[in-house]
Nanobody, 122 residues
């Protein structure tokens, strides 16, 4: 199982970024998939995730209305569209997969790719 995240970078507050996660080794519709993040000095937290077939979607309260998760099962790719970014969104973002949506929500997924750094400047 491999999760390859990309799309991080430096952006000013109020700006946007789109993260992508390319998945290999399993079919997207067999796992819940999503994003977790870890800011400096903070614990890992679930940001957004989608159930196996996309029937249920979770967003952390801090990103509701600003972030949108989407998945392209045919391409085995998951996206996180991040708008109206705030300095507190600065973190390393990890693509995550688990058979349980809850494990991604609490930041402890079975599978986690390498992170991509998002830095939001004021």
């Amino acid at each position: 199982v491999q999760l390859q995240a990309s799309g991080g970078g430096l952006v000013q507050a109020g700006g946007s970024l789109r993260l992508s996660c390319s998945v290999s080794g399993f079919s997207l519709d067999a796992y819940a998939i999503g994003w977790i993040r870890q800011a400096p000095g903070k614990e890992r937290e679930g940001v957004s995730c989608s159930s196996r077939r996309g029937g249920s979607t979770y967003y952390a309260d801090s990103v509701k209305g600003r972030f949108t998760i989407s998945r392209d099962n045919a391409r085995n790719t998951v996206y996180l569209e991040m708008n109206s970014l705030k300095t507190e969104d600065t973190a390393v973002y990890y693509c995550a997969a688990d058979r349980s949506l809850h494990q991604i929500v609490v930041g402890t997924p079975e599978y986690r790719g390498q992170g991509t750094l998002v830095t939001v400047s004021s």
